[in-house]
């Protein structure tokens, strides 16, 4: 069972260059999210998708976007990378069924250092 | 509106000992309150979660945690380390019912002395 699967694992980008970070999940869960992970400041939510069709910004969405594409996908995309997004990105889903109250699970995470 | 503090970003404890990680949170409704575990460059996976009943909640590893609602914690212990704990682990809480947003510390860093 895959779990949540992210791509790519590493990425270097120039300032300013673009690129999209796809996540698809295998659990049939309603929600997704992405967040950033940065030395000392825990974990922060970029956006999230409570259900397929919506999305809402968490708490640092600016320089970001996103697309809930189906049940399964969301993906996180920079239009113009700044030295300020170099972190470790998470996408995760959870869904409040049975005994899922709510957990997430979570991909191994996604590298971007912006040059 | 809902938080988690984490006191202590680095704790280290000697093999065999006690560990003990604090976790205090706020929140203006009921909470869900989860322990998830980060091992170095990985994803962070579940320990354990307090939703409702029983405030003693067991977990994987041989760890556990206490919901204290007049103390607004929910600190992570372990009676014995191992050196595989050493690990990142991040206290996180939710609203209950429905869908909620989920809020994470900024973690603590326990490093396993032998």
């Known amino acids: 069972n895959a779990g949540v699967t992210q791509t790519p694992k590493f990425q270097v980008l120039k300032t300013g260059q673009s690129m999209t970070l796809q996540c698809a999940q295998d659990?049939?869960?309603?929600?997704m999210y992405w967040y950033r992970q940065d030395p000392g400041m825990g974990l922060r939510l970029i956006y999230y998708?409570?259900?397929?069709?919506?999305?809402d910004k968490g708490e640092v969405p600016n320089g970001y976007n996103v697309s809930r594409l189906n049940k399964r996908e969301f993906s996180l995309r920079l239009e113009s990378a700044a030295p300020s997004q170099t972190s470790v990105y998470f996408c995760a889903s959870s869904d409040i069924t049975g005994t899922n109250t709510g957990e997430l699970f979570f991909g191994e995470g996604s590298r971007l250092t912006v040059l | 509106a809902q938080s988690v503090t984490q006191l202590g970003s680095h704790v280290s404890v000697s093999e065999g000992a006690l560990v003990l990680l604090r976790c205090n949170y706020s929140s203006s409704v009921p909470p869900y309150l989860f322990w998830y575990v980060q091992y170095p460059n990985q994803g962070l996976q579940l320990l354990l979660k307090?939703?409702?009943?029983?405030?003693l909640v067991k977990g994987i590893n041989g760890f556990e945690a206490e919901f204290k609602k007049s103390e607004t914690s929910f600190h992570l212990t372990k009676p014995s380390a191992h050196m595989s704990d050493a690990a990142e682990y991040f206290c996180a809480v939710s609203g209950s019912g429905g869908y909620q947003k989920v809020t994470f510390g900024t973690g603590t860093k326990l490093q396993v002395i032998p």
């Open positions: 659990m049939n869960h309603n929600s």
């Open positions: 998708s409570a259900s397929e069709g919506t999305t």
């Open positions: 307090y939703t409702t009943g029983a405030t």
